[in-house]
């Protein structure tokens, strides 16, 4: 359903207001139960995978083209350039912004249990920037890792930002989050899986030797990745089955997040 819009004001776009706004945003997309696709192929991937669209903005040239990818009763509302500019906060390059309502996340428990055959997994311990996260799920899903548990204080996955990095990946790879952590490090190992901490550490392993024993090549690993910059909790460390560390050269001790994720499933696929 196209509608042309003009003002400002309409309460009707109150979901697409202030999309810089970082601090505003976690607040209002928490509060409303949505989140934000941004783009026709970010949007594709939320619709194939079962998400139900609230409304979408754009300009004018990308009606058409987004009339044929929502159903008819999904509001549609088109903005001249600068009136959607002032609207979002920043100029809209991929054609639409849609917002969706947040899919209800399962308990951790019955996530883990839901899982089958599943044999690798990344555990996001309190990362903060959104871009990071968003590229670790992108990784994931290209290089094999069959879920993904964040932390309470794990910068949220439906983030815009994270989406959009993650061209909608994030949309893919199953996941949900994990309360109680590190304590609940027990409820992994309870369920079959051997954890790994991937941290620079005296007693480490290197990953090439970790992926070469017998439990990770014929079992279920649980990677546990860590915020930028202090990386892994000292309790995580000392509580997971292993430290692991990426042999590295040139006097280079650390890799981005993001980066280091992505070694992993590598070498872990």
């Known amino acids: 359903m196209i509608i042309d819009v003009t003002d400002l004001s309409d309460p009707r776009l109150d979901d697409f207001l202030r999309l810089t706004d970082v601090a505003l945003r976690k607040k209002l997309d928490s509060e409303r139960g949505l989140y934000l696709a941004e783009g026709e192929k970010v949007i594709r991937r939320a619709l194939e995978a079962g998400h139900t669209p609230r409304a979408a903005v ?4 990308w009606a058409r083209t987004f009339a044929d990818v929502f159903d008819d009763d999904v509001p549609l509302f088109v903005l001249p350039d600068e009136l959607l500019e002032e609207l979002t906060g920043f100029r809209v390059h991929r054609g639409a912004i849609a917002s969706m309502n947040r899919p209800e996340l399962p308990g951790a428990e019955d996530f883990l249990a839901g899982l089958g055959s599943a044999r690798r997994i990344f555990v996001l311990e309190n990362l903060v920037d959104h871009t990071n996260v968003g590229a670790i799920f992108r990784s994931a899903a290209a290089l094999g890792v069959d879920a ?122």
Request: net charge positive; proline share 3%; aromatic share 6%.
């Open 148 to 269: 993904i548990l964040a932390t309470d204080h794990c910068a949220d996955p439906l983030y815009r930002r994270s989406i959009k990095v993650s061209m909608g990946t994030v949309f893919q790879i199953p996941w949900t989050r994990i309360g109680n952590w590190p304590r609940s490090i027990a409820q992994l190992r309870e369920n079959g899986w051997v954890t790994a901490s991937l941290a620079l550490s005296d007693n480490a392993i290197s990953l090439d030797k970790f992926v070469a024993l017998n439990q990770v090549r014929e079992g279920k690993v649980a990677m546990v990745l860590g915020t930028e910059g202090d990386g892994l909790a000292r309790r995580t460390i000392s509580t997971t089955d292993y430290v692991v560390t990426i042999p590295m050269r040139a006097g280079v001790d650390s890799l981005n997040v993001a980066a280091a994720s992505a070694v992993a499933a590598w070498a872990l696929r």
């Open 58 to 61: 754009m300009t004018g040239r």
